[in-house]
């Protein structure tokens, strides 16, 4: 009988987060049992076809937040008094371990971490998967004070980077393996865990065949610019912008349709308005993956101008690269991160520096101006993505760590207990 795993999400599904849905898919298409966890209920938008795909259950953990229910108050209460009643003294130890973290107390998270671990008792999971070193591997934290399962991560980009040294060292500790995303990523955690927990190198896989390139256009009047990413800081986008002025004001003909969505539509919006791009640029909002694919299609190049934030927020490798480059289309981003394990600028890309508009606006006229050059780039990124980002063979090295992770013996909690009336101290947030 195949075990069942556990994966543990902040939200499923999400429009932004197509790089988990096709583990997912493909983790199931390979043989593994999943249970998926979503410690938030989605927003009540389009979601990728593929989501219907998706064999696993979902459970949508109880919640006080973002508004109070008491239908679900009950349910996490009650989950905790089972709990209890099991046995008293590893519930106490698991609350003796929450109230002596540096970390803020939210009485939310140690409830739901309560309720995931009585939840996967139920159903007789023993390892838990969580994606994103932040919240959800707190939650897999707390789970592993009350029940001793086992738990991995995989840590991507702002879970690792906002997080406190500390504490993500400690997650990292407890846990079987992690993952991630960039060699970068991989050398950064290196440096900041002090324990023997093996931490991978797990490159996002692609459905090749999905993303497979068109014959295009080189002779089209109007080069088609196209950027996808959501519309927050590290992004870029407002370099892009600055960008596409100054290719305005060199006469360069261009159009540029950014797909998105995020905090910063309404900045971004002005910009072009007072940048008087309205004719150049249209910003095109949500779309599903099957939708995105048609913009691809019609582009002649792709953008993303990442950088990295001043609190040091960053992106690993942004999917949506990958995506482009399978396509065919020639990209240009940025030298940051693990970006550069990507695309190797005047090879299958072009890189330039992180917040410089001139030196994006000249690479963007130079790809405009040559169609050769174009196909050129295009050919090598579909070339390096088959090399290096295929999904069957990277998912397929996801699965093999998990499957030996199920079969670990279960940790047991070790703290030492206090009286169950130290639950007063949490403070909800």
Same mark, same amino acid.
């Given at each position: 009988?195949?075990?069942?795993?556990?994966?543990?999400?902040?939200?499923?599904?999400?429009?932004?987060?197509?790089?988990?849905?096709?583990?997912?898919?493909?983790?199931?298409?390979?043989?593994?049992?999943?249970?998926?966890?979503?410690?938030?209920?989605?927003?009540?938008?389009?979601?990728?076809?593929?989501?219907?795909?998706? &064999?696993?259950?979902? %459970? #949508? @953990?109880?919640? /006080?937040?973002?508004?109070?229910?008491? =239908?679900? !108050?009950?349910? *996490?209460?009650?989950?905790?008094?089972?709990?209890?009643? &099991?046995?008293?003294? %590893? #519930? @106490?130890?698991? /609350?003796?371990?929450?109230?002596?973290? =540096?970390? !803020?107390?939210? *009485?939310?998270?140690?409830?739901?971490?309560?309720?995931?671990?009585?939840?996967?008792?139920? @159903?007789?999971?023993?390892?838990?998967?969580?994606?994103?070193?932040?919240?959800?591997?707190?939650?897999?934290?707390?789970?592993?004070?009350?029940?001793?399962?086992?738990?991995?991560?995989?840590?991507?980009?702002?879970?690792?980077?906002?997080?406190?040294?500390?504490?993500?060292?400690?997650?990292?500790?407890?846990?079987?393996?992690?993952?991630?995303?960039?060699?970068?990523?991989?050398?950064?955690?290196?440096?900041?865990?002090?324990?023997?927990?093996?931490?991978?190198?797990?490159?996002?896989?692609?459905?090749?065949?999905?993303?497979?390139?068109?014959?295009?256009?080189?002779?089209?009047?109007?080069?088609?610019?196209?950027?996808?990413?959501?519309?927050?800081?590290?992004?870029?986008?407002?370099?892009?912008?600055?960008?596409?002025?100054?290719?305005?004001?060199?006469?360069?003909?261009?159009?540029?349709?950014?797909?998105?969505?995020?905090?910063?539509?309404?900045?971004?919006?002005?910009?072009?308005?007072?940048?008087?791009?309205?004719?150049?640029?249209?910003?095109?909002?949500?779309?599903?993956?099957?939708?995105?694919?048609?913009?691809?299609?019609?582009?002649?190049?792709?953008?993303?101008?990442?950088?990295?934030?001043?609190?040091?927020?960053?992106?690993?490798?942004?999917?949506?690269?990958?995506?482009?480059?399978?396509?065919?289309?020639?990209?240009?981003?940025?030298?940051?991160?693990?970006?550069?394990?990507?695309?190797?600028?005047?090879?299958?890309?072009?890189?330039?520096?992180?917040?410089?508009?001139?030196?994006?606006?000249?690479?963007?006229?130079?790809?405009?101006?040559?169609?050769?050059?174009?196909?050129?780039?295009?050919?090598?990124?579909?070339?390096?993505?088959?090399?290096?980002?295929?999904?069957?063979?990277?998912?397929?090295?996801?699965?093999?760590?998990?499957?030996?992770?199920?079969?670990?013996?279960?940790?047991?909690?070790?703290?030492?207990?206090?009286?169950?009336?130290?639950?007063?101290?949490?403070?909800?947030?």
């Amino acid at each position: 009988m195949r075990p069942l795993i556990g994966f543990l999400l902040k939200t499923y599904p999400k429009l932004s987060e197509t790089f988990i849905l096709n583990e997912i898919l493909e983790l199931e298409r390979q043989g593994l049992n999943l249970h998926i966890f979503s410690l938030r209920c989605p927003p009540a938008d389009c979601t990728h076809d593929d989501v219907a795909q998706v &064999q696993a259950p979902v %459970t #949508y @953990l109880p919640s /006080l937040l973002p508004e109070f229910d008491p =239908t679900q !108050e009950k349910q *996490l209460i009650d989950a905790h008094l089972d709990l209890f009643n &099991q046995d008293s003294k %590893t #519930y @106490l130890q698991a /609350l003796q371990f929450y109230l002596s973290r =540096t970390e !803020e107390r939210r *009485l939310n998270e140690f409830l739901q971490g309560g309720y995931l671990a009585w939840h996967m008792q139920q @159903l007789g999971i023993t390892h838990l998967h969580a994606h994103f070193a932040n919240v959800p591997a707190v939650t897999a934290e707390i789970a592993q004070a009350f029940s001793g399962m086992s738990y991995s991560i995989t840590a991507h980009a702002k879970d690792i980077y906002l997080s406190d040294n500390a504490a993500l060292d400690r997650r990292i500790a407890k846990a079987e393996f992690v993952l991630t995303c960039t060699d970068y990523n991989r050398c950064y955690l290196e440096q900041v865990s002090t324990s023997h927990t093996p931490i991978h190198l797990a490159y996002h896989g692609l459905d090749i065949i999905r993303f497979s390139p068109v014959l295009r256009s080189q002779s089209s009047a109007v080069p088609l610019i196209l950027s996808v990413g959501r519309f927050c800081e590290k992004k870029g986008f407002p370099y892009l912008l600055k960008a596409c002025h100054l290719l305005k004001q060199t006469g360069v003909p261009f159009h540029c349709a950014i797909v998105g969505y995020g905090p910063l539509g309404d900045c971004i919006r002005q910009q072009i308005s007072d940048l008087g791009l309205t004719d150049h640029i249209t910003l095109v909002g949500k779309l599903t993956q099957d939708q995105l694919i048609e913009y691809y299609q019609e582009a002649d190049l792709f953008v993303l101008p990442c950088l990295v934030t001043d609190d040091g927020d960053r992106d690993g490798i942004p999917n949506v690269l990958l995506e482009a480059m399978a396509m065919e289309l020639p990209v240009v981003s940025t030298d940051i991160s693990g970006i550069s394990e990507l695309v190797e600028s005047n090879y299958n890309g072009v890189l330039v520096p992180e917040k410089n508009e001139l030196a994006l606006a000249q690479a963007l006229e130079a790809l405009i101006r040559q169609p050769e050059l174009r196909i050129t780039l295009g050919e090598a990124g579909r070339l390096t993505v088959l090399d290096k980002f295929g999904l069957t063979s990277n998912v397929g090295r996801v699965k093999d760590w998990l499957l030996k992770a199920v079969k670990q013996p279960p940790m047991r909690p070790q703290t030492q207990a206090r009286v169950l009336g130290d639950l007063l101290q949490l403070t909800v947030s």
